[in-house]
């Protein structure tokens, strides 16, 4: 174990002291957030269209609707009780506030005022509103409570709670679908990088058999189980600092959340790293020479990725492309990572995580086969 | 003691046998020459001491201990020079030495001692901070035999150390490889050329075709061919000479031209110097020198297989 620590530790070391590899195993990875940024148009957080139907129409009705303005990224219309369903059936709005007759008069009264919010988005896209509003109207009702009932008082209140320096903070609206298939495009680009530096980090063992210091090391008390050992470690430890630096900065810096505890993601990937691992050992088991393995590398992984839908999202493409990439582990990964953010458990997930789990367990047993039989030292001359 | 004792040893490739049931012993304290022309099979022995192939029959013992059951302890104790050089290009000459020693198992301020120890031998300290891609070929050669011994082994063995460098290098490595041994290892010294091996070596073995064909001190080998002697007849030009009634000459057995030097091997006890002159009088070739040559393991090598070492 020594020996393999050795090996990790001085290729960890040659792979930090080198900026081009740390650009290619750490910062490359970042790119593919880029990409997804490009590919969703607008850099910032999504806007929200609203459509308001004032059926109250009075002052405060008026600055409700101004208030609900002037939030972040959201747009506000002002639509007819008639069109409102139209509109958001086809999309136009994502969703309608109706403000109830007798909204101001029931916020005067101290009562709950009628709102209604229509949305075919699901909650992820009202509960940010509501929260909102209730936190206006709940200002309105300590107005009220303090005028007690007088209207000339209340409104006074009210133009000086106006004119206060009042600033909603500025939580920016995520819109989770949005947000969710930004992720998934982040995290397919960051399963090829992953594939790819695998096959990279791999393919340095038939560089070695090149350059003959594999040999060299092979006289020293290393056998070639402790030195694939040890391309192992270095292999996972990159594509571990890969994910965890990809999925920090995609969910701290860019913004964008993955709808998916981080660790639950993080843990995930781990199955996908192995699968990587395993992948590109049975393609250097099988290729003569690191120039054959790039080529293999790229004749498996980049078509796979673009079936699997790493790039777009699976629905788009044919159906019989989509029956081959369910043969694929980048589709049950993304798959996997879906379902969660539709919100189920990992535990409801085991078959996906077996399943990715048996990918790599056949690469892996492929590899140690081929290996085996590979014995042979090449040209010794 | 035995430091490498080898019995038996075979090694195939498909139906081609590169070593053939070969037997030597290198005692301790020696430097033991392996000498033999490309293909001989000497690189494929070593790398059977070294582990690296596997045996078609045979044993190695390394230290009295039989490599198949003892490998680390033979690994331990070996340090092998590569006949292709085996260094990372993109670390530091420190860093490569450093690298190979800990695979030994050395660390922290041990390890740091020899590392500088190995390369202040091969004299290349104050190019520890340097990329051996900025190095001379004699200067990689170097650093490929100081990752061999920062793990100070009892057994050196060097893969044909000296091909392709200059001659200050050459006369460098040759240097080391004495200290080494006055330091108390015991060396295996492989080339095809012959010079090196005579001048260094305590003992030789000649290799053709995977098999010893010869083996002893150089005073040995060059007793086996007492019955020959060499004659070279340097001539101003070798354009009418008929190489094959030369060789009709009695007690002519081979000749060889370099340049403008014929070298003819012939039977000590046959007086044919007389003949030989009158050959080139008769031809008119004008003869420059005629010296007779002691023997040396070119013509062991000569007389053993009828070829040249460097054929
Ligand atoms: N891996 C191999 N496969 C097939 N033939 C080999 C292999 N390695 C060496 N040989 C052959 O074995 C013979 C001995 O080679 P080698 O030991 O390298 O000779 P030397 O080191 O004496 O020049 C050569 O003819 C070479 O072609
Ligand atoms: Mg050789």
């Known amino acids: ?381 | 003691m035995n430091v490498l004792e080898i019995k038996n040893l075979t090694k195939k490739f498909g139906d081609f046998i590169a070593v053939d049931n070969m037997s030597l012993a290198v005692q301790e304290g020696e430097i033991f020459g392996f000498l033999g022309s490309n293909g001989a099979g000497k690189s494929t022995t070593i790398n059977m001491i070294a582990g690296l192939l596997q045996t078609n029959g045979g044993e190695i013992k390394i230290l009295d201990k039989n490599i198949a059951s003892h490998s680390k302890l033979a690994k331990m104790n070996i340090g092998i020079v590569p006949q292709d050089l085996a260094i990372y290009e993109d670390m530091t000459a420190y860093e490569n030495v450093r690298f190979f020693a800990g695979l030994y198992g050395l660390r922290g301020a041990e390890l740091k001692e020899r590392v500088e120890e190995a390369l202040v031998f091969v004299g290349l300290l104050d190019k520890q901070k340097s990329l051996p891609k900025d190095f001379s070929g004699g200067m990689k050669r170097r650093l490929n035999i100081a990752c061999a011994i920062a793990h100070r082994p009892k057994l050196i063995i060097m893969d044909e150390p000296t091909v392709g460098i200059d001659p200050q290098s050459r006369n460098y490595i040759l240097t080391s490889v004495r200290k080494l041994n006055e330091m108390g290892c015991t060396v295996i010294y492989t080339s095809h050329y012959m010079e090196e091996v005579e001048e260094i070596c305590s003992r030789i073995a000649i290799m053709d075709h995977g098999k010893v064909i010869a083996e002893g001190t150089k005073e040995q080998l060059k007793a086996i061919i007492t019955d020959t002697r060499d004659i070279w007849v340097e001539v101003k030009n070798t354009e009418n000479l008929e190489e094959a009634a030369l060789k009709e000459i009695k007690g002519v057995n081979s000749i060889s031209i370099e340049e403008n030097v014929i070298k003819i091997n012939s039977q000590s006890e046959v007086n044919n110097l007389n003949h030989i002159i009158q050959f080139f009088i008769s031809r008119l070739i004008e003869i420059r020198s005629l010296q007779e040559q002691a023997p040396n393991l070119e013509t062991v090598f000569l007389t053993l297989t009828g070829r040249n070492l460097r054929d």
């Open chain 1, 1 to 381: 174990m020594k020996e393999v620590l050795w090996l990790v530790a001085n290729s960890l070391r040659s792979i930090f002291t080198n900026k081009r590899r740390i650009f290619s195993y750490v910062l490359v990875p970042l790119l593919g957030i880029f990409i997804a940024f490009m590919a969703y148009g607008d850099t910032g957080p999504a806007k929200l269209h609203a459509g308001i139907v004032d059926l109250d129409k009075s002052t405060l009705s008026k600055n409700t609707t101004s208030f609900i303005a002037g939030l972040d990224n959201i747009k506000v219309s002002n639509v007819s009780q008639t069109t409102v369903k139209n509109k958001i059936s086809s999309g136009t709005l994502d969703c309608a506030i109706i403000l109830e007759p007798g909204f101001s008069k029931a916020i005067m009264n101290g009562e709950k005022p009628e709102i209604e919010i229509v949305s075919i988005k699901g909650a992820q896209v009202t509960a940010f509103i509501k929260a909102y509003l209730n936190n206006y109207i709940g200002n309105l009702h300590s107005l009220s409570t303090a005028a007690n009932g007088d209207t000339a008082v209340f409104n006074t209140l009210y133009q000086n709670y106006k004119n206060a320096e009042f600033k909603v903070s500025a939580h920016s609206l995520k819109d989770t679908s949005k947000n969710n298939d930004m992720t998934i495009q982040t995290i397919g680009f960051l399963l090829m990088i992953m594939l790819n530096s695998a096959g990279g980090l791999s393919e340095l063992i038939l560089k070695e058999k090149e350059n003959r210091t594999y040999f060299r090391l092979m006289s020293a008390p290393i056998d070639g189980k402790k030195y694939v050992l040890s391309n192992i470690i270095v292999n996972m430890v990159i594509m571990t600092i890969q994910v965890v630096v990809t999925l920090t900065a995609m969910t701290q810096v860019f913004g964008i959340s993955a709808g998916i505890p981080f660790w639950e993601m993080t843990g995930v990937m781990m199955f996908f790293a192995l699968v990587s691992v395993g992948l590109s050992l049975v393609i250097t088991a099988f290729a003569t020479s690191s120039t054959s393995a790039s080529a293999l590398q790229n004749l498996i992984m980049t078509p796979t990725c673009l079936l699997a839908g790493c790039f777009w999202p699976v629905e788009i493409m044919p159906k019989t492309a989509q029956k081959i990439a369910d043969f694929l582990p980048q589709r049950w990964l993304l798959d996997t990572l879906t379902e969660l953010q539709k919100g189920h458990t990992l535990g409801s997930l085991s078959l996906n995580l077996a399943t990715l789990f048996a990918f790599a367990l056949v690469f892996f047993m492929i590899a140690i086969y081929k290996f085996g039989r590979n014995n042979n030292v090449r040209s010794f001359i």
